[in-house]
């Protein structure tokens, strides 16, 4: 699929604005503006935004407690959403779901899920949905590794092949399930390896190269449209910060951070390919920069501006009615 | 109006049900059966019967074998709840639970208050309760305890054919998740009951008998269990008003407080084990709203704190009996 330059902006705009909001996030939570965990997705944004540049209306999306790229990537209001993890009112949650369970349900972004794996089972159950309505979308989930050896998502990938329904799992492997290496606890080390098990297909893609994950995950993405069959596909990328913010990450090797922000990260080597290749200037690259940091600067100011939620919020929306 | 059996009420509410709404689907483990199987199809209609014939009328679109796979199921459930589906699904024995809780106790009954309102997950779990069969510690239990705890989760235990026909109708109308628990000693129990659809309000209890002595407090199969202890005790000038709250949760506590009011005294029967059970928990709630009504303390009639026995000469000491309603009936009189 060619991009325009117009597609190329676009996802230069989004993945600059998830890095930029998830920096902001980082800032804030030091100064101790922001409660509870927050798990944040700086270096995995080419695959949160190649990914879902090819879902829309009437798709439907899970994702992980390292979530608030992909729903930036699937429209969710970056205000909105920074309103939620500073925990106020106005927040995409009004302030009661927070970081780990961000959710935009009435636009298909089913939540983060604070429970590793949870979003795999319920994709499927929005892939049945699909189905018997008889439409052409997909419900897509994304499974961390460590999420992969879950037992629920084993049983999700079965039963949306038994049942033939639309899901796209999609693995996004940084190689670290809180302290613990994929190396140690995924036992095949691929996990593309696995959709063989599941009669599915599976595809593999570098997730530090933008455009090698906008092309495969495309033609993934098309083929559970039009098949309605559900597929794999594994992403190896990186994370550049702790699994939490607050983690002394001594897990690491030596040198390892500095190498992934030298070599591996998705947003330079983006620009070093668009401005090589004479697609785009660096001068418009800068200014997407200054725009995303005006951006997320307004969404904090907002989040701080934003009042609590009132009391009467505790009790509110436990059921429809009781 | 015709005899129906608990069995064929929940049968026809579910054909009833489906015909009224196609967003309403169900699922779970042989409730048709014979897919993928060279005999024949919709062999088994549930593992106890309940669904038979479902998929004959609506499809194997509607009516969804799943593998032995509790976690992706009552998830993927959970999941279409929240995409525009009216989903049911049965999970044959409430104990069987335990590998699915998941799905059930941190998504479908948080989803609404941690998404911040404007979702609803209109999903329905059908599950067995209940001793009797001589099936043992991993299928005879009572647990509903477990789900009346978490918030967001309704809860409804039908005692008769005639309960369990408007309660069902009623728990797939409703917008939240619901747990309906069904006695499967009651399967082949039979009364009258209407042939048009009706609904029963949760939250509202139904006085099955009025007395001004006692005020008896009953689940599921546990209100006949407390309907022929108290004829017994009417021989001896005892009455006794038997209270059947049908959803546990809500649970209507105004009418039961409203009885001790009159009677000065309750006992609670319920088959479940007695540490943290409804029984514990009602007595808790009479206690904190009612206290200077009772003229004597309350009496719980539970199981006995251990897991269901196998062999009937233990498993027949284990669930309340009348003798034993009596007899804690007789305790309280005694008592004040």
Known sequence: ?322 | MSIKSYRQAINETLFEEMRRDERVVIMGEDIAGGAGCAGEDDAWGGPLGVTAGLVGEFGRGRVLDTPLSEAGFIGAAAGAAISGMRPIAELMFVDFFGVCFDAIYNQAAKFRYMFGGGVSCPLVIRTTIGAGMRTAAQHSQSLYSLFTHVPGLKCVAPSSPYEAKGLLAQAIADDDPVIFFEHKLMYDMTEEVPDERYLIPFGEANIMRDGEHVTIVAISRMVHVALEAAEALAGEGVECEVIDPRSLSPLDADTIIESVEATGRLVIVDEDTPRCSLAADIAATVADEAFTALTAPIKRVNAPHCPVPFTGALEDLYIPNAAKVAAAVRAVMEAG
């Open chain 1, 1 to 322: 699929m060619q991009l325009s330059r117009d597609d190329l902006l676009s996802a230069y705009r989004t993945m600059r604005v998830i890095r930029t909001f998830e920096e902001k996030v980082a800032e804030e939570f030091a100064a101790n503006n922001v409660p509870g965990f927050v798990h944040l997705s700086v270096g995995q944004e080419a695959s949160a935004v190649g990914v879902l540049a090819h879902l829309g209306d009437g798709d439907y999306v899970a994702t992980t407690h390292r979530g608030h790229g992909h729903c930036i990537a699937f429209g969710s209001d970056p205000r909105a959403m920074m309103l939620e993890i500073f925990g106020r009112d106005g927040g995409l949650c009004k302030g009661k779901g927070g970081s780990i369970h961000i959710a935009d349900v009435r636009r298909g972004m089913l939540g983060a899920n604070g429970i590793v794996g949870g979003g795999a089972p319920l994709c499927v159950g929005a892939a049945l949905a699909i189905k018997s309505r008889g439409e052409k979308g997909v419900a897509l989930v994304f499974i961390g590794d460590g999420a992969s050896n879950q037992g629920h998502v084993f049983e999700a990938m079965n039963l949306a092949a038994v049942w033939q329904v639309p899901v796209v799992f999609v693995y996004e492997n940084n190689h670290y399930a809180e302290s613990t290496g994929a190396d140690y606890a995924v036992a095949c080390r691929d996990l593309v390896k696995r959709a063989e098990g599941f009669g599915m297909t599976g595809t593999m893609i570098d997730g530090h190269d933008y455009f090698a994950v906008h092309a495969a995950a495309g033609e993934v993405i098309a083929q559970v449209r039009d098949s309605g069959k559900p597929a794999l596909i594994e992403i190896k990328l990186d994370r550049f910060r702790g699994h939490f913010e607050g983690d002394a990450q001594t897990y690491r090797g030596g040198g390892e951070i500095e190498r992934l922000w030298a070599e591996a990260d998705c947003l330079k080597i983006f620009t070093e390919k668009v401005t090589g290749a004479g697609l785009l200037e660096e001068s418009q690259l800068e200014a997407i920069n200054a725009e995303a940091a005006s951006l997320i600067d307004d969404c904090a100011a907002a989040a701080h501006a934003a009042p609590e939620p009132a009391p009467e919020a505790l009790l509110a929306d436990v059921y429809t009615s009781y």
